[in-house]
């Protein structure tokens, strides 16, 4: 894990100096430089980052980096808040990961970011904490096992393809919840806190999506009656 993380920093710096080389050319009046994507690592064909589709609840959201922070709450003995900055300054890691939705699409990307388990080292979590909910910045949640989260090195990403998250795409953060349906990838993330009822349920949990989300079951819940919301 970590030498794969470290030949990715490779490429990443490789195709960041690529960028530096079109820079001139590719400046704007504003100073901004257009992105070059990743396309391929190590041998695997990526989808580009224009293949994800927009179905969030109340649309793209803009989060304001200066105003952002990062909560982590609840069971934790010290609650801790992390910046933007703060948050590209722990280890970096990098995974080819699926994004699978219930909608019967699914798009292929490398996603940067940092784990989980960096951002609740200081935090103190407590012996009872069992379960994690995500908060986003426009109301949505769902929530995943902590054993889950740390077990597997899941990341809260800040990149995909080298390049920064999208307002649409999660900016800052999406949760890369790797073997789990796309409704556990929260977009937007403002707050991690740690709950001991593995029973709570997100906002597609709640109208009938499986809790548990994994990939090779049913997203639908066995005892929910009707026909599925929103679909
Ligand atoms: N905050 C927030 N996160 C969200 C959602 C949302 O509505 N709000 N939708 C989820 C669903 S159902 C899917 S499939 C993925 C889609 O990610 P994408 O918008 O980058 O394609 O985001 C998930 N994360
Ligand atoms: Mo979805």
């Known amino acids: 894990m970590k030498i794969r993380g470290g030949i990715a920093m490779a490429a990443v710096a490789g195709l960041l100096l690529l960028a530096g ?6 400046t704007t009046a504003t100073g901004t430089l257009n992105p070059v994507q990743i396309t391929e690592y190590e041998g695997q064909k990526l ?3 224009e293949d994800f589709r927009e179905n969030s609840l ?3 959201q803009q989060v304001d980096t200066a105003a952002y922070r990062l909560k982590i709450s609840g069971l934790v003995e010290t609650p801790q808040e992390f910046t933007y900055d703060e948050l590209l300054q722990l280890p970096a890691y990098q995974k080819v990961v699926t994004l699978d939705c219930v909608e019967g699409w699914s798009v292929t990307v490398l996603w940067e970011g940092a784990r989980i388990a960096d951002m609740l080292a200081d935090a103190g979590v407590a012996a009872e904490a069992n379960t994690v909910i995500f908060h986003a910045y426009d109301g949505y949640t769902s929530s995943l096992p ?6 597997n090195d899941i990341l809260l990403a800040y990149k995909q393809n080298g390049n920064a998250l999208a307002p649409e795409r999660g900016y800052p953060l999406q949760l890369v919840a790797e073997s789990r349906w796309g409704y556990k990838w929260v977009k937007w993330v403002t707050e991690i ?3 001991s009822d593995p029973e709570y ?14 990939l090779d079951q049913s997203y639908r819940e066995n005892d929910y009656p009707g026909p599925m919301p929103g679909f």
């Open 193 to 195: 806190e740690l709950s």
């Open 21 to 26: 080389c079109g820079g001139a050319a590719a």
């Open 58 to 60: 109340h649309g793209p």
């Open 146 to 151: 902590l054993d889950y989260l740390l077990e």
């Open 47 to 49: 989808d580009a980052v």
């Open 201 to 214: 349920k997100g906002y597609w949990e709640k109208r009938g999506f499986s809790n548990d989300g994994s």
